[in-house]
Each structure stands twice: as C-alpha cells, then as structure tokens.
C-alpha cells in the first residue's frame, strides 16, 4: 500500500502522560499536514510542512503541540501533558505542490484515535 | 471569519434514490472548493475540485456545481448505492496558502 500510513491507529492515554503520532506520507509528496477531527465534525488545520520546514501553525496548536519532520519524510506529532479535550482523530494528510492556490490533492491518512481518560 | 456550512446535517434515503447536499462558504480570497467522502473511521477521500471558473463537474455519479457568486455549492448523488453511506464534506482552500476549511458534513445513510 503506497497511501499515507499513520501510526498508531489508535492510542488511549492518561491525562497528563505525553503521546507521539507519527506519519508517513506518499514518498514523493513534498507537502505534508496534520488536522484534528472531532466527533460529528470536519476537520481542522494544525498545520503544514514543505519539505521539513513548518510553514504554517494554527491557533489550535497551543504549547503542548509540537511537530516536526526532521528529515522531509515523515512526521511526528507530539502532545505534552495530554488533556481530555485533546481526544479526537489526529489526521495526516500529504500533497505534492508548489507555489499556493493549486490544485494539489490531498491524499489522507487514516488517523489515529487519541483517547485521554 | 473563514466558514464552511453544510446542509443538511444528516440525510436518509432509500437506495436507488437520488440525493443533494448543499454547502455555503465564507472563504476569501477563493481558490477552489472540494467535496471529500469520508467513511466512518477513515480519512476523508476526494471526489472533486473546483476553480471559481468551472459551473459544474462530475465524478461518475457524483456532480457537484459551483455558483462563486452566490458562493454556494453543491453535490448531486445519482442512483446512490449502500456503499454511498458516509460523511461528504465541503472544503474550500483559501488562496495565497495551504490552508483548507472544513465543513462539518453532511452524514449520509442509504437503506435498503
């Protein structure tokens, strides 16, 4: 399967441990992003990369939110000192593009289901 | 603010019936606007792009139309199948940045 793979599918936590996601993206796709989905809604922008600059952080990504993509392929996701309200799908998606505007597809992930108890 | 809001917000139809979903958006500047089938559990799954130039396209029985003026879309589902059961969300991309809006879905259930 050549898709976006996400690691792991799901992950249930404690409140106030610190969990990582990781994400592989199509190989050639030089853009890679994350959103979170919560329950009965649409997802939202946490924030993108091209390449493995971070060139776009939403409001949503507070402090304990950090990502990177150290090398331009995969990604990881990393929450610290989880909350409940952390719970939801932590989507990834990646595209290949340049410039902005375009019509480049985004191909997504499967998520990972993030539950703090 | 930049809103995306779909109509209406669940939808049951028997199968082989026709349906359509309908989205409002508040985005600008406007890039292109984007319906994506999501099933439940998954991520979401493209079915179609559209510039401010282009009134109407299809995707096998799938037709979304776009009115920019009236900033209005919406997705034409023909003959619909069980498999046709999912969320569909409207997205549009702002232009000038990678940023997409999403809206919360319409939930779609086909019964035999």
């Known amino acids: 399967d050549t898709g976006v793979s996400q690691n792991p599918r799901h992950k249930i936590t404690k409140r106030g441990q610190n969990v990582t996601f990781r994400c592989d993206p199509i190989?050639?796709?030089?853009?890679l992003y994350w959103y979170r989905q919560t329950l009965g809604q649409g997802p939202e922008f946490l924030t993108y990369?091209?390449?493995?600059?971070?060139?776009?952080k939403s409001r949503l990504l507070s402090d304990r939110f950090s990502a990177e993509r150290p090398k331009g392929s995969f990604s990881t996701l990393e929450i610290q000192r989880t909350e409940q309200g952390d719970s939801a799908m932590y989507l990834c998606?990646?595209?290949f593009g340049e410039g902005t505007g375009g019509f480049y597809e985004q191909y997504f992930g499967p998520g990972t289901r993030l539950t703090v108890t | 603010k930049n809103q995306v809001e779909q109509s209406p917000q669940s939808l049951i139809i028997l199968e082989g019936k026709n349906c359509t979903l309908q989205c409002n958006y508040t985005v600008s500047p406007f890039s292109n606007l984007r319906w994506y089938k999501q099933d439940t559990g998954r991520g979401p799954v493209s079915l179609t792009i559209m510039t401010f130039s282009e009134n109407t396209k299809s995707n096998g029985r799938y037709t979304a139309t776009l009115d920019a003026d009236t900033k209005q879309s919406s997705l034409h589902i023909t003959a619909s199948q069980l498999s046709d059961s999912a969320s569909y969300i409207c997205v549009v991309l702002n232009f000038g940045n990678e940023k997409l809006t999403f809206g919360t879905g319409t939930r779609l259930t086909i019964i035999p």
């Open positions: 998606a990646s595209s």
């Open positions: 190989s050639e796709h030089n853009r």
């Open positions: 990369f091209q390449n493995e600059a971070q060139l776009e």
